[in-house]
Each structure stands twice: as structure tokens, then as C-alpha cells.
């Protein structure tokens, strides 16, 4: 595609349901990262993929996160039992090989709110 | 630790008055410096990627410079539509980025 697709853009979640983010990145992009930015905060790395592997996830806040790209190219970010603390927008970014330091181009993100 | 402070927090200019924006880093191995333009309610724009202390980016008002330990955007004669979050990133060689809070900057007409 165009650019970096993400969906649902606007998800409202009740405390502990689980939910899964999904991030379409640019065709032909190696690398994919998620990230999450919290109101008026810059974004905070939580995980990263080169093609299916996911080579950092230093980032992901506990073990109720959990990140996938089973292909190499869509990926899911699923949080399970949901805390309002996990209210944020996910942001997905992908780049032709984050080795290479090539810029990574975002998506428009998936705003959470959890009630 | 590898941290980004950028400053200042918020920023309103008057339409055509020049300014900077900061970013300071602290990075284990610094692979390069990003900056990106986020509008409200989309996810960042990339504007620059900087490799080493010296050297430049310019593109239309924008001009982005780097040393060992900051890099500065420069905004000259800026216009309303220029107003927007300006983020800064730093990758290290671990592939990891942090990202500072970001300068909210306002241009009057």
C-alpha cells in the first residue's frame, strides 16, 4: 500500500477484555516497529520485527502484550485483560531495513481507551 | 541510560519570526537522529534522519544540524501551516529509538 495502515483507528475496550491492534506495513518493508504514546508524551519503543522475527521486545510494559508477524508483513499487537492504565495510542512504523538506517514512516495509530 | 530531552516544551511565534527548537541526546552509539512532524490525531511525519556531528538537512523553512551531544531545527520565516509537534529520535546500535516529548510549536498569523 501507500503508506502504513493501522485499524481499528479508534477502539474503546471495557477493563480486562483483550484486544488486538493490527498494522498493514509498506509493501516491501523489513522492519516494523510498535510503539506507544501516551497524551502529550513523545512515543516509547515497545517492540520491533525484521521480517517474522521479533528481535526486541524490551519495550513491551508486561506480559499481558504481546506482538506477532507470523509472515513477515501484518502485524498484531494484542493486549490481553486490559487496564485503564493501557489507555495510549499505538502507533505502528515500518522501513526498508532499520539496519541500513532508513527512515521508518508511522502509521496514523489506534487510539485505546479503556473504561 | 539513552535519553532525549528537547526543549522548549511549547513554543507560539508570530508568522516570518525565525526560530530553534532543541533537541539534546545521550545515547550509548548513536546510528542517527530523526525528527518528525506530528499533527494532531495523525502519527509522525518523518523530516530528517542525521548521521554524524557537522552535518546538515535543509527542506523548504527547515534546516536540521547536528553535534555530539544536540541537534537543532531550525525554522526560518515560518508560516501558520508549520504549526505541529516536532519530535526528535535517536536510534542507537542496538536499533532501539527513544524519543523525546516533542516541541508543540504555534505560528500566528
Known amino acids: 500500500g501507500a503508506g502504513v495502515s493501522q485499524s481499528p483507528r479508534y477502539k474503546v475496550a471495557k477493563r480486562g477484555q483483550d484486544v488486538a491492534l493490527r498494522c498493514d506495513p509498506i509493501?516491501?518493508?523489513?522492519?516494523l516497529f510498535w510503539y506507544q504514546q501516551a497524551l502529550g508524551q513523545g512515543p516509547e519503543f515497545l517492540t520491533y520485527?525484521?521480517?517474522?522475527?521479533?528481535?526486541?521486545k524490551s519495550g513491551l510494559p508486561s506480559d499481558r502484550f504481546f506482538a506477532e508477524r507470523p509472515e513477515g508483513s501484518v502485524s498484531t499487537l494484542k493486549i490481553q485483560r486490559t487496564q485503564q492504565e493501557d489507555s495510549a495510542v499505538y502507533l505502528c512504523?515500518?522501513?526498508?531495513?532499520?539496519?541500513?538506517?532508513?527512515?521508518?514512516?508511522f502509521g496514523q495509530g489506534t487510539r485505546l481507551t479503556v473504561v | 541510560e539513552d535519553q532525549v530531552t528537547q526543549s522548549p516544551e511549547a513554543l507560539r511565534l508570530q508568522e516570518g519570526e525565525s526560530s530553534s527548537l532543541n533537541c539534546s541526546y545521550t545515547?550509548?552509539?548513536?546510528?542517527?537522529l530523526f525528527w518528525y512532524r506530528q499533527d494532531p490525531g495523525k502519527g509522525p511525519e518523518f523530516l530528517f534522519t542525521?548521521?554524524?556531528a557537522g552535518e546538515e538537512k535543509e527542506k523548504e523553512r527547515l534546516k536540521a544540524t547536528l553535534t555530539k551531544k544536540e541537534s537543532f531545527l531550525h525554522i526560518t520565516a515560518p508560516k501558520p501551516e508549520d504549526s505541529a509537534t516536532y519530535l526528535c529520535?535517536?536510534?542507537?546500535?542496538?536499533?532501539?529509538?527513544?524519543f523525546g516529548t516533542g516541541t508543540s510549536l504555534t505560528v500566528i498569523p
Open positions: 512504523a515500518s522501513s526498508l531495513d532499520v539496519t541500513l538506517n532508513i527512515e521508518a514512516f
Open positions: 545515547v550509548s552509539g548513536l546510528r542517527g
Open positions: 509493501s516491501g518493508h523489513v522492519s
Open positions: 520485527f525484521q521480517n517474522e522475527a521479533q528481535l526486541d
Open positions: 529520535a535517536v536510534q542507537n546500535t542496538g536499533n532501539q529509538f527513544y
Open positions: 542525521l548521521y554524524s
